[in-house]
């Protein structure tokens, strides 16, 4: 019988000044040494992950971090079409953050919603600078029972490191929420660090980012959980190309 890998997107403006891009080689090794979850594993630019069909065929998106990105349409586009599609996705830092924006905008209905990081100016941040820099900080996560975050994790306490200085504006948090958003863990302040949509077989942000626990030899049970569901979504389980797990505001 012919194996054929599930593929998986990265999208991301690769750089070996971003530590996550720089693992994630051995990361994807690692998870087919020891978990036997082989990917096919593609770097899509931002510029080019919104161009039509650009996602074509995937069976995961990850949105990795190194923000500000050079198109954030494009990161945009690679969150909309993972979230529509059923495809699983995984967006950790900035990938986060935008999973976040794409939300506001498409299915809230804030057409003017914005990253501070890309508009300082604009009205509606919903990623709004954090009160302290989470750049080289590291801290506990706690999830909430009975979520996509825990099932990912096995455990509902986690120690994580971070990359960032922008996160979820709390004035958005209920407005998120009533479409669907689910806010499935936070930090001992109660901040926002993990993010889910129940309806999707597999959707998941974290601010953390994940690919940096450990030494890199051992992937981190997220992106381990990742792995899983693009074989499923292969293997035509748990999720259809042709069903939308949330739909847009008109």
């Known amino acids: 019988m012919t194996y054929f890998a599930p593929r998986i997107a990265l999208v991301g403006d690769r750089s070996p000044a971003v530590r996550s891009h720089a693992r994630v080689p051995g990361l994807l090794d690692a998870l087919a040494e020891h978990d036997q979850l082989v990917l096919d594993a593609y ?38 079409t993972a979230r529509e ?59 909430t029972p009975g979520t996509l975050a825990e099932r990912a994790l096995g455990a509902t306490r986690t120690q994580e490191r971070y990359h960032c200085s922008y996160g979820l504006n709390a004035e958005y948090l209920d407005r998120l929420r009533a479409h669907g958003l689910r806010f499935s863990g936070a930090d001992d302040s109660g901040d926002v660090r993990v993010l889910e949509l129940p309806e999707h077989p597999f959707f998941l942000g974290t601010l953390f980012q994940p690919e940096l626990s450990g030494d890199g030899s051992r992937p981190h049970p997220m992106i381990r959980a990742l792995a899983a569901a693009a074989v499923a979504h292969a293997a035509g389980v748990g999720g259809s190309h042709s069903s939308p797990a949330v739909t847009a505001t008109p």
Do not use: K, M
């Open 43 to 80: 770097w899509i630019p931002t510029e080019d992950a919104g161009a039509p069909g650009a996602l074509d065929g995937f069976n995961a998106v990850w949105l990795l971090p190194g923000s500000p990105y050079r198109s954030e349409a494009g990161a945009l586009a690679a969150v909309r």
């Open 85 to 143: 599609r059923g495809i699983p996705f995984l967006g950790t830092c900035g990938g986060f953050q935008h999973a976040v924006l794409e939300f506001a905008r498409t299915v809230c209905g804030i057409g003017d919603a914005v990253h501070a990081e890309e508009a300082p100016e604009g009205r509606r941040q919903v990623i709004a600078p954090l009160s302290c820099s989470l750049v080289g900080h590291e801290g506990a996560v706690t999830v």
